[in-house]
C-alpha cells in the first residue's frame, strides 16, 4: 500500500475579533475604470471596517450621485445601503440615523456631488454634527459625466482639451472644520497606511468624520495639466505627521516618543497618536489646522493626515436629546401616549 | 354714562319686524397685527358655548402687520360650516377698507364701526351702529401701550349686548383664552364690560340677529386641520419630523412640537422617543424623511405646493426605490409665492404624478379636523403597507381655521408595518425572497431594515432586479414597473373609501373632495329646498379612486366635478383613470380666487349649466388685501 502523500495544513485564515474573513467586507465587483482611485479608497474601507470588527449588519453605507457615490455598491456587502440623489445623500443620512443612532453610517460623495449640486446639504450636515463618516473622493472632475470641472478643481487645471479653469476652488476641509465638523481629514487614495488609520479613527468618532481623499480619475483627469492626477498629487502630498490608531479593544504598547507625538482620545475609548514632521502641530486647534491649510494651498500642495478633531462635542442626536433605542423600532406604547393624553387634549379644545 | 347718539335712531331703515336666530354670520374687519385674534376666538367661543354651530375663517395678508385682515365667523342652527359669502354683522375697525367693507354688504346688513370712520353717510339700507373705541378704552386701559391689544375686546362686548351672546359665556371664554395672565384677563374684561355698558346705554337694538342657547355643540370641540393633523401624526407614533417652514403648513409642526414634548418625552429622564428636526429647505426634509423611512422610522414632513415641487426628485426616487414616507401638503394659491395665505385645492394633478419617470403616489383628501386626525393615521400605516410615499391633501382652509367637531377617538387599532420581514417568513421564503420580489401576487414586496439583521439589499433609483442588484436589462426594469402599478392597484381596496349620498331619482351626480364638501352639502340643500333639483353626491377620499368610483359615474347622466382650482385637476384624473367613454359626462364647478368656496355660488353656477337658472350677477369679491408676499 503506498503511503498516502500527506498534505501540508493549510495556513488558518486571518479572521477579525468577530471571527470574521474579509470576505463578508466585501462588496459587488466594481464597474469603475481600472486604476481608478476610487476603487482603492473601496479596498481601505473594507480593511479598516474588518480590521475594527465592526458587524456589517449595524453599518448603513450612503451615498449621493457620480462615480464615486456607486462605491458603495462594492463594499460592505452585508450592510444596507441607500444611492440617494445628487447631492442629497446628507438629508438621507441624516433621517436614517435620527431614526437608528445605533448604527454606524458611512457615506461616500463626490467633490461634485458635495461641491457643487450638493454644498448646502454638506453646510448643514457638518453643522448639525451628525454623527457619520462622511468620505469625500475628490478627483476635481466630473467622472461620470465625462470629465467637466467640479468646484474643487484648482485655478490654472485643464481639462483634457485644454480649456482651462479660472475659477477657485472650494476647500472642503477648510469649510468642514469653520462649519462645525468634528473630525476633518485629507489623505490621498494612494496612500494606504494613512488612509487605513484615519478611516480606522473615523469609524471610533462620535460626531461627523469628514474625509476629503484625493482620488485621480485615471479616465479624464490624470494628465499634466490636472493638480488632481496621481502624479501631481504624489509629489505635492505634505504630510502632517505619522498617524497610528489602537482601538479601544487592543491595548499594545505605542512606540511614539512622548513629546513629538499627540495622543487624541476618541469618545469610545480608542486613541489617536499623530507623530509630529514637519512642525508642531496640533490637530485640536482649530485656527492652527486652518492656517496650516491656507498655506499649503498657497504652495500648490496639499496637507494630508487628521486636520482637525474634537472628539467631545455633543453630536446631533445627543442635542436632540433622544431615548437610547432605535426611534424606528419603539413598541406602540412608546410612540402612542395613553388614551388619559387625548382625553386631556380633547376637554382644552372643549 | 354718555348720551344715546342721536345719529343711530335717525337710520333710514327702522327695527326689523323679524327675527333671525343663529343664522347669520359675523365679520370683523381689522389691521393685522392689532391683536384682534384673541378678540374672535373669544367671540367664536362664546356662541359655541351657547350651543351653536359655528366655524371661523380667517382671512388675512401675507404680511405680518399693517395690511387689512378680516375674521368671519358663521353661526349656523343647522350645522353648516362652509364659508357663507354674505356677510350680516360687519366690525368694520380698518379705516383703509371700511368703505369698500360697507359698499360690499347685502342690503339689511349690521355695522359696527368705529365712529370717528363716519360709515353711516355710506348707505341708507344698512344698520348702523358707531362705537367710540378709544374714548372707552382709555379709562379701562391706563397703559396707553397696552390700549392697542384691550381696545379689540369691546366689539365683543358691543356684540354681546346686541346679539344677546351671553356676557358669562363671554367671560368663560375670554378666561380660558389668557389662561393665568391674571393682568390680562382684567384689563380684557374691563374692556368687554364697557362695550357692553355702551351698547346697552347708548345702541337701541335695530338689527334682527339674535344668538339664543341651543344644544347643537354638547361635547364637541373646537380645532384647527394643522393641530387635528399633527395630534393624528403623534398618535400614529410619527418617530421622525423634518420640516422648513411654509404658510400655511407651519402650524402643523409647531403643534406637533408642542404636544411631543408634552406627550412623548419621559417624564424622569427628559429623553425624547422622536426626533423633530427643521431642515434648511424642503429638499432636506424629503431626503430625512426617506432616509429615515428606509432605516424603519415612521417619517414625515409637512410643507405647501412650492415645497412639493422641490420635493420631486426625492418623491419619484421613493417611489421606484420603495421608501415609506408621509408628506402633508397644506395646498395654497400658487404659483410659487401666488397668494401664500389664501386657500386652494391646486396641487392635485402635479402632487399625484409629482416626479419624472413613471410615478404615480397615494393621496388622501380630508375634508373636515376629524379627518386631518384620521387620515394622519392613515397615512402612516398605508405609507408602510405599500412602502411608498403618502400626500395629505389639506388646504389653507382646513388647516388654518377653526373648525368644530366630535371629539376625536383614541385609535383602537395596532400600528400596521406593512410587510416587514421577519425570521419566520425569511424561513417560509427562502430563496424565493428578493427586496422587490412579488411573493404575494398583490404589487409589495417584503422589505428589511438596518440593523435588524435580516438580509440587507441596497436601495437605489437606477435600475434594478427582484434581487434589488443594479441592473439595466428591459425586462428587469419593465416587470418592476408592472409590479409598482399592481401594487398601486392593490392600494385601491386599503385606501379610505368614497363617501355616496344618494337622492332617490338624481340624474346629476355630483364629486368633490377636502374642504369644497361644506359647500356642496349646503348647496344640494338649495337645489333640493328652492329648486326641486335633485342630487346625488360622491365625496372622494383618496388617490387611487376605488371602484365605488366609476360605478357612480357609471350610475349618473351627468356629473358635476366641484372643485377649487382653474384647471379642474380632480376632472382630469378622472377621465385619466376611469374608461374613456364617460369623459363625456363631465362638468365642473370650479372656484379659484383664494377664499373657501361657498354653496350658493356652486348652486348658481350648476343650475346655470343645467340651464335652469339665468345667470346670476357675479358680486365683487368683498376682499382686495393680501399685499405683499413671502
Ligand atoms: C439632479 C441631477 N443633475 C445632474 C445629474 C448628472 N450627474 C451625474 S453624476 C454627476 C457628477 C458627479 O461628479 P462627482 O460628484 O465629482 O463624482 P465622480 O463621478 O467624479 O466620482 C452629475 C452632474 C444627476 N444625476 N442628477
Ligand atoms: S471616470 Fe474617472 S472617476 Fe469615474 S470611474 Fe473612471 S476613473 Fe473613476
Known amino acids: 500500500m503506498a503511503d498516502t502523500p500527506t498534505v501540508p495544513p493549510a495556513p488558518a485564515k486571518k479572521t477579525n475579533r468577530l471571527g470574521l474573513e474579509v470576505a463578508p467586507y466585501r462588496g459587488g465587483r466594481t464597474t469603475l475604470c481600472a486604476g481608478c482611485g476610487h476603487n482603492a479608497i473601496s479596498e481601505r474601507i473594507v480593511e479598516s471596517f474588518w480590521e475594527m470588527g465592526v458587524d456589517g449588519s ?15 455598491a462594492y463594499f460592505l456587502g452585508t450592510s444596507h445601503g441607500f444611492n440617494a440623489v445628487h447631492g442629497r445623500m446628507p438629508s438621507v443620512a441624516t433621517g436614517a440615523i435620527l431614526a437608528n443612532k445605533t448604527l454606524i453610517a458611512i457615506g461616500v460623495s463626490g467633490d461634485g456631488d458635495t461641491g457643487a449640486i450638493g454644498i448646502g446639504q454638506f453646510v448643514h450636515l457638518m453643522r448639525r454634527n451628525v454623527p457619520m463618516i462622511y468620505i469625500i473622493e475628490d478627483n476635481g472632475c466630473y467622472g461620470l459625466t465625462k470629465g467637466q470641472f467640479s468646484p474643487t478643481a484648482d485655478v490654472g487645471s485643464t481639462l483634457k482639451n485644454g480649456v482651462v ?23 490621498f487614495s494612494g496612500d494606504k497606511k494613512q488612509l487605513s488609520a484615519i478611516l480606522k479613527a473615523a469609524i471610533a468618532h462620535r460626531g461627523t468624520a469628514m474625509i476629503d481623499v484625493l482620488s485621480p480619475c485615471v479616465t479624464f483627469n490624470d494628465h499634466s495639466g490636472s493638480t ?17 490608531f489602537v482601538p479601544f479593544f487592543d491595548d499594545i504598547a505605542v512606540e511614539y516618543e512622548p513629546g513629538t507625538t499627540k495622543e487624541v482620545t476618541l469618545h469610545d475609548g480608542s486613541r489617536l497618536y499623530l507623530k509630529k514632521v514637519a512642525e508642531e502641530y496640533d490637530p485640536t486647534d482649530k485656527l492652527k489646522a486652518l492656517r496650516v491649510l491656507h498655506e499649503t494651498a498657497r504652495r500648490g500642495e496639499y496637507a494630508t493626515g487628521v486636520l482637525y478633531v474634537e472628539p467631545d462635542r455633543d453630536d446631533f442626536t445627543t442635542l436632540l436629546n433622544t431615548i437610547d433605542e432605535p426611534l424606528a423600532t419603539l413598541p406602540l406604547d412608546k410612540v402612542r401616549p395613553p388614551k388619559a393624553a387625548l382625553d386631556e387634549i380633547m376637554e382644552s379644545l372643549r | 354714562m354718555p348720551v344715546p347718539n342721536a345719529a343711530v335712531q335717525e337710520t333710514a331703515i327702522g327695527p326689523s319686524p323679524h327675527r333671525v336666530v343663529n343664522d347669520f354670520s359675523i365679520q370683523v374687519a381689522t389691521v393685522n397685527g392689532s391683536g384682534s385674534q384673541t378678540a374672535n376666538l373669544v367671540l367664536i367661543r362664546s356662541i359655541f358655548q351657547m350651543g351653536v354651530p359655528v366655524s371661523g375663517k380667517n382671512m388675512f395678508p401675507s404680511n405680518i402687520a399693517g395690511l387689512p385682515t378680516w375674521y368671519t365667523i358663521r353661526a349656523s342652527k343647522d350645522g353648516y360650516i362652509g364659508r357663507k359669502k354674505e356677510i350680516d354683522v360687519l366690525v368694520a375697525m380698518n379705516p383703509e377698507t371700511a368703505k369698500e367693507d360697507v359698499l360690499s354688504l347685502e342690503s339689511g346688513a349690521a355695522v359696527i364701526y368705529d365712529e370717528p370712520l363716519n360709515l353711516k353717510a355710506l348707505r341708507a339700507d344698512l344698520l348702523f351702529y358707531p362705537v367710540p373705541f378709544d374714548k372707552l378704552v382709555a379709562p379701562v386701559c391706563p397703559d396707553a401701550k397696552l390700549r392697542r391689544l384691550v381696545r379689540n375686546m369691546i366689539y365683543d362686548g358691543v356684540l354681546s349686548c346686541l346679539l344677546k351672546i351671553d356676557m358669562a359665556q363671554m367671560e368663560k371664554a375670554l378666561r380660558k383664552q389668557f389662561g393665568k395672565k391674571a393682568k390680562a384677563v382684567e384689563l380684557n374684561l374691563g374692556a368687554l364690560t364697557a362695550g357692553y355698558g355702551y351698547a346697552e346705554a347708548n345702541l337701541p337694538k335695530q338689527d334682527p340677529f339674535y344668538i339664543e342657547p341651543m344644544d347643537q355643540t354638547a361635547g364637541k370641540i373646537l380645532i384647527e386641520g394643522n393641530a387635528a393633523a399633527a395630534l393624528g401624526c403623534m398618535m400614529a407614533g410619527v418617530t421622525v419630523v423634518a420640516w422648513y417652514p411654509i404658510t400655511p403648513s407651519s402650524s402643523l409642526p409647531e403643534t406637533l412640537i408642542d404636544y411631543m ?43 405647501a405646493g412650492p415645497g412639493v415641487s422641490l420635493m420631486s426628485e426625492f418623491a419619484g426616487l421613493a417611489y421606484y426605490a420603495e421608501v415609506p414616507g408621509v408628506v402633508f401638503d397644506i395646498q395654497r394659491v400658487g404659483p410659487s409665492t401666488g397668494l401664500p395665505t389664501r386657500t386652494a385645492q391646486g396641487d392635485i394633478l402635479t402632487t399625484a404624478v409629482v416626479s419624472h419617470g413613471d410615478t404615480k403616489h397615494i393621496l388622501l383628501l380630508p375634508a373636515s379636523v376629524g379627518e386631518c386626525y384620521s387620515m394622519a393615521m392613515d397615512a402612516f400605516d398605508l405609507a408602510e403597507q405599500f412602502q ?31 410587510k416587514l420581514l421577519d ?3 425569511l424561513e417560509r421564503l427562502g430563496t424565493e425572497w428578493g427586496r422587490y420580489r412579488d411573493v404575494d401576487g398583490d404589487g409589495i414586496p417584503y422589505r428589511t431594515i438596518p440593523g435588524d439583521g435580516m438580509p440587507a439589499y ?57 374642504t369644497s364638501h361644506f359647500a356642496v352639502m349646503e348647496s344640494r340643500d338649495q337645489l333640493l329646498s328652492e329648486y326641486g333639483v335633485k342630487t346625488s353626491y360622491l365625496r372622494v377620499r383618496a388617490y387611487p379612486f376605488g371602484d365605488e368610483v366609476r360605478a357612480f359615474v357609471e350610475r349618473h347622466k351627468r356629473i358635476y366635478v366641484v372643485e377649487q382650482n382653474r384647471d379642474a385637476q380632480m376632472r382630469s384624473l378622472l377621465k385619466i383613470d376611469l374608461p374613456a367613454d364617460l369623459a363625456s359626462k363631465y362638468r365642473s364647478v370650479l372656484h379659484f380666487n383664494g377664499l373657501p368656496i361657498d354653496a350658493r355660488s356652486v348652486t348658481d353656477d350648476l343650475l346655470e349649466q343645467e340651464g335652469a337658472k339665468p345667470a346670476a350677477p357675479k358680486k365683487a369679491v368683498a376682499f382686495s388685501g393680501g399685499l405683499g408676499g413671502e
Not at chain 2, 399 to 413: A, H, K, L, Q
Request: proline share 5%.
Open chain 1, 58 to 72: 449595524q453599518v448603513i453605507k450612503l451615498s449621493g450621485i457620480g462615480c464615486s457615490s456607486k462605491s458603495p
Open chain 1, 165 to 187: 479653469n479660472d475659477l477657485p476652488p472650494l476647500d472642503t476641509c477648510v469649510m468642514a472644520i469653520e462649519l462645525g465638523a468634528t473630525f476633518v481629514a485629507r489623505s
Open chain 1, 228 to 244: 488632481k492626477s496621481y502624479a501631481y498629487v504624489k509629489e505635492h502630498d505634505e504630510v502632517l505627521g505619522e498617524i497610528s
Open chain 2, 261 to 303: 414634548r408634552k406627550y412623548r418625552t419621559d417624564k424622569e429622564t427628559g429623553k425624547a422617543t422622536f426626533a423633530i428636526v427643521q431642515a434648511e429647505d424642503e429638499i432636506a426634509s424629503i431626503g430625512m424623511v426617506l432616509g429615515a423611512g428606509w432605516a424603519g422610522a415612521r417619517a414625515m414632513t409637512s410643507t
Open chain 2, 388 to 418: 411608498t410615499l403618502v400626500f395629505v391633501m389639506s388646504d389653507l382652509d382646513l388647516g388654518m381655521n377653526t373648525w368644530m367637531s366630535d371629539p376625536f377617538e383614541y385609535p383602537t387599532r395596532p400600528l400596521s408595518r406593512g
Open chain 2, 423 to 425: 425570521a419566520e417568513t
Open chain 2, 458 to 514: 441596497f436601495a437605489r433609483g437606477s435600475g434594478h432586479n427582484e434581487r434589488g442588484q443594479y441592473s439595466e436589462r428591459p425586462d428587469d426594469y419593465q416587470r418592476n414597473l408592472e409590479r409598482l402599478a399592481r401594487k398601486f392597484e392593490t392600494a385601491k381596496r386599503f385606501v379610505p373609501q368614497p363617501e355616496a349620498s344618494e337622492q332617490e331619482g338624481a340624474e346629476i351626480g355630483i364629486i368633490a373632495y377636502g
